[in-house]
């Protein structure tokens, strides 16, 4: 069974920077998408980005757009969600997730994934 656990949550000044990774095992990343979700009190899960398992394919919630920048390494089984100029409403705990996928392809929808991770708390305040 996969396994996911996410790391770099933090407190961080508004328009700070952060990156959280993702680190997976057993398995290579090559056919596993991984997705960056986030949760803030209160509201449902979102999905904000995600890559495919090859790195071909990448997407971006319109919320982060711009702002956050998403790479893996492979060797290191390790996906990396890069955020710049954060805000106060970035504020939630995130998680990632994982499903196997031969295509390339990535999803921002959580239903879509099988795997998760227990999330990382990031706080964007002044």
């Known amino acids: 069974q996969l396994q996911l656990v996410e790391s770099g949550g933090d407190l961080v000044q508004p328009g700070g920077s952060l990156r959280l990774s993702c680190a997976v095992s057993?398995?290579?990343?090559?056919?596993?998408?991984v997705g960056w979700f986030r949760q803030a009190p209160g509201k449902e899960r979102e999905g904000i980005s995600c890559?495919?398992?090859?790195?071909?394919?990448?997407d971006f919630a319109d919320s982060v757009q711009g702002r956050f920048t998403i790479s893996k390494d492979n060797a290191k089984n390790t996906v990396y969600l890069q955020m710049n100029n954060l805000k106060p409403e970035d504020t939630a705990v995130y998680f990632c997730?994982?499903?196997?996928?031969?295509?390339?392809?990535?999803?921002?929808?959580?239903?879509?994934?099988?795997?998760w991770g227990r999330g990382t708390q990031v706080t964007v305040s002044s």
């Open positions: 890559i495919s398992g090859q790195g071909s394919i990448k």
């Open positions: 997730a994982s499903l196997w996928s031969f295509k390339q392809m990535c999803w921002l929808q959580e239903s879509m994934y099988e795997y």
């Open positions: 057993p398995y290579t990343l090559d056919y596993y998408t």
